[in-house]
């Protein structure tokens, strides 16, 4: 079995390369869950249009993939969504590829 997940993981590196920092994550699923959700509402109403503004902002908070992540729990708690976790890696992974471009 151990053996087995290694192989997995060896395989899976070229992709983790491609993805990081969400490597399992689906950014596209993320796309859609940010514009159901209202993210973009409350942002516009503090920044200003589309509240894209919140991402890219120049005193904008989020300087790492795991502080974009912990923002995006917690602006989900505040929305209620009923998000699961990999719903939450999946937003995360959509506003990386998007907004914040980490490594
Ligand atoms: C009730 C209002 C509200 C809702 C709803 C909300 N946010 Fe936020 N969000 C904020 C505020 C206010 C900030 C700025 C926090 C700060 O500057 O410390 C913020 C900041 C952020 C940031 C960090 C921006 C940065 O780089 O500084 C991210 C990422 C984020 N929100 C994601 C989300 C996502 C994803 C959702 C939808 C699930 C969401 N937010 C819903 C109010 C909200």
């Not at 087995?4 to 596209?28: E, R, S």
């Not at 902002?57 to 209620?80: E, F, G, I, W, Y």
Request: proline content about 7%; overall charge positive; glycine content about 6%.
């Amino acid at each position: 079995m151990r053996t087995y997940i290694c192989i997995f993981a060896l395989l899976a590196v070229p992709q983790l390369a491609a993805a990081a920092p969400f490597p399992k994550a689906d950014p596209a699923a993320g796309e859609k869950l940010h514009s159901a959700a209202n993210c973009a509402k409350c942002h516009g109403a503090r920044v200003g249009g589309d509240g894209s503004r919140m991402y890219t902002r120049p005193d904008h908070k989020v300087t790492n993939p795991s502080k974009l992540l912990a923002q995006v729990r917690m602006c989900n708690t505040q929305l209620n969504t009923g998000w699961f976790p990999e719903d939450e890696e999946n937003v995360a992974a959509y506003l990386n590829r998007k907004f914040y471009k980490f490594k």
